[in-house]
């Protein structure tokens, strides 16, 4: 029971964000207010860096919305003027309606980009891919995400395997939930108009840390209210990802958000003067360490499982 108290006695709360917290620890919520800018800060580098990496050729592909036969506007929100709905006047979706359309949104772009990738597959054969690079929910001033999707492709097979990906999205989006309506609902892209280096500007653009209100972190906030919950641990079941990298830039440059917090916590140690190469190689060094640590417990674990067997069935032997 003493123990269990003093567990009690180590936590507290977050004083920006309200929630539980381990004392002497900070909030690292992506939706905390105080959290926020470092998290749009660490993304907009990762974006940046990987996209940079890229030497092939890129599009931008932008989905939005379905309009308000499915979003209904909230006339509480509304200015008093007689006027045509509109973000730009103030006008928001219903906020338990926006916030359960937002709930699911990225599970159901990963569903399109999939059925897309596997018509390529059909259309053009298993080695001709392209590829999804990176994605990034915009926050429409109405209240729900607003996706752009980085398209890669390296070869001109490729190329010709990219209108076939865009096409599909196009023809599919509507029963994936997203606009069909014929203008603003879909932007194809226009290739080879972007390098990696600037649609990683261009997207980067929407996870500014001095426009964390704008971003998409107050639609997460209300996502968490109506998301369902473990009732154990209280994780909520789904996962929003309103940020993706692909891993075949981030194995290709290391810059991840763990190697971005890892960084920050070398400028707290060494200083600013730490170049990044040499924050690469101790981060690589500390995730071999961590490596070689975790395989030594797994070890002892199948030792102890191996020892724990061989009891019982002595025992069940002497039975």
Known sequence: MDAALNDLDEQTFCPHCLRSLWEGRSCKRRDCPKYAPIYLRDNAERIRANLAAWSGGVTLMTLTAPGADELPW??????????????????RVEVGTAATWNSTVTKRLGDLLKVAREQVRRSHGSKVKVRVLAYVCEAQQRGVFHPHVVLGYATAAERAALDTFVDTVERKRGEYGFGTGRSGSFDRGRPGRFDGTDAGRYVSKYL???????????????????????????????????????????????????????????????????????ALELFATHRGLCELER????????????????IAAELRAAT
Not at 74 to 91: M, V, W
Not at 270 to 276: N, T, Y
Not at 304 to 309: A, I, K, N, Q, T
């Open 74 to 91: 909230d006339p509480r929100k509304c200015p008093p003027h007689p006027h045509r709905c509109s973000g730009r006047l103030g006008c």
């Open 208 to 278: 500014r840390p001095d426009g964390a209100k704008k971003s998409f972190v107050p639609l997460l906030y209300e996502v968490a209210k109506v998301v369902p919950r473990d009732p154990v641990t209280n994780r909520a079941k789904v996962l929003v990802r309103p940020v993706y990298v692909s891993t075949v830039l981030t194995k290709r440059t290391g810059v991840t958000m763990m190697f971005l917090r890892f960084k920050r916590w070398i400028f707290m140690a060494l200083g600013p003067g730490c170049p990044e190469h040499e």
């Open 295 to 310: 395989e030594k417990l797994k070890r002892e674990q199948r030792e102890l499982d191996e020892l724990f067997r061989s």
